[in-house]
């Protein structure tokens, strides 16, 4: 038996056939796919609390150019007091540049005026109170040469198009300093028809940079002889300039190369559709069909940030915060997010953003990089809008590793007023409810989350935990670590534990993590979830378990992990309106993950739908997962269709219990008995009493009422956890009417 698909994943130790059930073993990504064996629980949405403080690290202490505020023609003004002059030095050079490229404009700014050449960039040259568009005018006005950093981002800036207009109106040299390959918008490229070039991405930044001061030099009418008035040529100062230019090709080159995954992706100025690459075997896209694809609002899909590390064994620490803004996002009610695991799938794989948007059926998706150094991080992200392909927000970031969360709660925020969603109460609050002000602890935290998503025995589950147990000794009051430390233990009590007693010590100590992280963070959904999902193997309290799942949904509604779950248990629980409808959401949210399909065909197949569950256990198949040995073949066994049911679980390769007992009752119908009684024997020989329910189940449909009864009260003598199915399994329904069968329903105490 396959009761809800839960044991089809199990290994064949017969210790472990009948132990508490376990939903969401998520699939692998080292692996490639779902294991065949055993696989994680997904944990829960960790959100660390770490200082806030602020770095400023360019000329703007947010690190920005905000396209808003310079484009407000005239209406905003710089603080403090007025001044008429845009700034106190006429410029030699205006820089012109889209906001996610403020740090590029910065690093050549010193570049240039180490060079000796005066330059004008906003907002550090935008007098206190003077309006931004009245400075920039002057400044356009006054400059011998504008430098245009040309982007993708500057492509689609509509403050950067007008200063061009301005410039090529006043008969400015412009140079283009191209840090992309973004094809140009055709008004752009009128403006820059005459203009000197720059590229990057041929010539590499440090040449490019020497380009770029030589050029500036000969348009801005200072020769390098004449920039040497402020900084003498002696053989010293040469070698000092050189050493600086060379610091700041360095430093360019760094920022460059946070840019060029951008542009891999798809072009700033133009839509998904032509973005895509052409298919070599498949009819490409129509515009009709283009046109058909409309993804609900607000729906947003995170990929995997990319590691700029220079440095593979900080994987973990980019995979890390992508899964931590995800969730951030998830706790956004108004947003739609795509969940971990779906969206993972396309790590490593240069897939276009149009596709990936039609797969996950999002309408915006968020990607970006993460540069992390000894003790700061530079996180570079860009927001796209997946149907039009138009870039709608983006923005680098450079912090302490000590104000990580903050950064969360600051980009959450963007994306989410990107998406013109409305932001009710102390959105903070509720991202980062039971996190950690200790950057060590998130450190050892993620490590930990990394390690879980790659075990494969018993040593590495312990390492997970260990992990986790760190976390918790650099902060007692770590409640994210407590939460998914819980599902940990129950992972390793339902897949890893070797001996009968190391079960119920693995759920005492899990639901002692629970209750302690839901009161450190009572608004925590994943810790009200952990309490769900130990209290019913460990305490059969169903009542109580259903509660805690109602909470946990009521704080996380977006978090696929509670969505599965509680589904999946309100099917067993008789209220299959809720459970089906939140399964089918977790489905909606998470449609490349094959445990969604897996967890909707086991609802199904507990409704007695049994087609619609044989469907959606191949949908499981058909996105590269696995909804277990038997999942399939028992749903046929339902339907009445035994030759394939017996050949569904003969052709797999995997005796497990799960496939054992799908042929015991298959052979059985088939007039096979004898086989069937061997393969029962198979299981008992290994199982014992441990596969009381499963006997139980086996006996019923043999109509052996009598043998069924007795290790049903077995199984309830042995507080067997499948009992939590008893309410709903299509397997005991020769047994309803018997008062013994009643008898332990009623000792069950299910919700009414």
């Known amino acids: 038996m396959s009761p809800k698909g839960q044991q089809a994943t199990f290994t064949d130790d017969a210790s472990r056939v009948f132990v508490p059930k376990v939903r969401n073993r998520e699939a692998n990504p080292a692996a490639g796919g779902p294991r065949a064996a055993v696989q994680p629980i997904e944990l829960g949405s960790p959100k660390p609390v770490v200082p806030r403080r602020r770095t400023r690290l360019v000329a703007n202490p947010e690190g920005i150019r905000d396209d808003a505020t310079q484009a407000a023609g005239g209406s905003e003004m710089a603080e403090g007091g007025g001044d008429e002059k845009a700034s106190g030095t006429t410029p030699s050079v205006f820089i012109s540049c889209a906001s996610q490229d403020a740090a590029v404009a910065a690093a050549l700014v010193e570049a240039l005026e180490r060079h000796g050449i005066p330059c004008w960039i906003a907002p550090r040259d935008v007098k206190p109170g003077a309006q931004y568009a009245d400075a920039i005018v002057r400044a356009i006005n006054e400059a011998k040469a504008v430098v245009l950093v040309l982007s993708g981002g500057a492509v689609s800036s509509s403050h950067v198009a007008r200063e061009v207009e301005r410039a090529a109106s006043k008969h400015k040299p412009i140079i283009a300093f191209r840090i992309d390959s973004a094809p140009l918008v055709p008004a752009l490229e009128y403006f820059l028809s005459e203009s000197q070039w720059i590229d990057v991405v041929k010539l590499g930044m440090p040449a490019a940079l020497a380009k770029l001061s030589e050029a500036v030099g000969q348009r801005s009418g200072l020769t390098v002889a004449a920039a040497s008035v402020a900084h003498p040529k002696s053989p010293r100062n040469r070698i000092l300039f050189a050493a600086g230019v060379a610091v700041v090709a360095v430093a360019l080159a760094a920022l460059w190369a946070d840019k060029v995954w951008i542009s891999k992706r798809v072009p700033a100025s133009q839509p998904v559709a032509s973005a895509a690459p052409r298919s070599t075997g498949a009819a490409s896209s129509t515009p009709a069909t283009e046109a058909a694809f409309a993804p609900p609002p607000h729906s947003i899909a995170v990929l995997p940030f990319v590691n700029m590390s220079g440095d593979a064994s900080q994987e973990y620490f980019s995979d890390g915060l992508t899964e931590e803004l995800l969730n951030s996002l998830s706790r956004i009610n108004e947003l739609q997010v795509a969940a971990r695991t779906s969206a993972f799938s396309f790590k490593g794989k240069d897939t276009d953003i149009g596709t990936i948007a039609r797969k996950l059926n999002v309408g915006a998706v968020l990607e970006g990089s993460v540069r992390r150094s000894a003790h700061t991080v530079r996180i570079t992200a860009q927001l796209i809008n997946a149907v039009t392909g138009f870039h709608l927000w983006s923005r680098t970031y450079d912090r302490n590793l000590g104000d990580i969360l903050a950064l969360q709660t600051e980009i959450a925020n963007a994306v989410a007023s990107a998406l013109k969603v409305t932001l009710l109460g102390d959105e903070a609050a509720k991202i980062e409810v039971g996190g950690t002000h200790n950057a060590a602890a998130f450190d050892a935290h993620l490590r930990a989350l990394q390690a879980y998503w790659k075990v494969r025995n018993a040593k590495e589950s312990q390492g997970v935990l260990a992990g986790f147990t760190e976390a918790i000794r650099l902060d007692p009051d770590y409640a994210v670590s407590y939460a998914d430390r819980s599902m940990a233990l129950v992972a390793f009590a339902t897949q890893w534990a070797v001996t009968a007693s190391a079960v119920p010590i693995a759920l005492d100590k899990a639901l002692a993590d629970a209750r302690k992280a839901v009161a450190l963070a009572p608004d925590l959904g994943e810790g009200h979830l952990a309490l769900a999902v130990v209290y019913a193997p460990l305490l059969r309290e169903f009542m109580h378990t259903l509660e805690e799942y109602e909470r946990a949904l009521a704080l996380a509604p977006g978090n696929v992990r509670v969505l599965r779950d509680y589904g999946a248990f309100a099917v067993d629980m008789g209220r299959t309106d809720s459970g089906l409808k939140s399964i089918?959401?977790?489905?909606?949210?998470?449609?490349?993950?094959?445990?969604?399909?897996?967890?909707?065909?086991?609802?199904?197949?507990?409704?007695?739908?049994?087609?619609?569950?044989?469907?959606?256990?191949?949908?499981?198949?058909?996105?590269?997962?696995?909804?277990?040995?038997?999942?399939?073949?028992?749903?046929?066994?339902?339907?009445?269709?035994?030759?394939?049911?017996?050949?569904?679980?003969?052709?797999?390769?995997?005796?497990?219990?799960?496939?054992?007992?799908?042929?015991?009752?298959?052979?059985?119908?088939?007039?096979?008995?004898?086989?069937?009684?061997?393969?029962?024997?198979?299981?008992?020989?290994?199982?014992?009493?441990?596969?009381?329910?499963?006997?139980?189940?086996?006996?019923?449909?043999?109509?052996?009422?009598?043998?069924?009864?007795?290790?049903?009260?077995?199984?309830?003598r042995l507080r067997d956890p499948s009992l939590e199915s008893l309410k709903t399994e299509p397997l005991l329904d020769p047994l309803r009417k018997e008062p013994r069968f009643q008898a332990i329903e009623r000792e069950l105490k299910f919700p009414t």
């Open 584 to 716: 089918r959401r977790a489905v909606e949210l998470d449609p490349l993950n094959a445990n969604s399909y897996t967890y909707l065909g086991a609802a199904l197949l507990a409704l007695r739908r049994y087609e619609e569950a044989i469907a959606a256990y191949k949908e499981a198949l058909a996105v590269g997962g696995d909804p277990g040995p038997a999942a399939i073949g028992e749903a046929y066994y339902l339907l009445g269709d035994l030759q394939s049911a017996r050949t569904s679980c003969e052709d797999n390769a995997r005796e497990t219990v799960d496939v054992q007992i799908c042929l015991a009752l298959t052979y059985d119908k088939l007039g096979r008995h004898a086989d069937a009684e061997a393969e029962l024997a198979k299981i008992k020989a290994t199982a014992g009493d441990t596969g009381a329910y499963g006997y139980a189940a086996i006996y019923s449909q043999w109509g052996h009422t009598a043998k069924a009864l007795e290790w049903l009260e077995t199984a309830l």
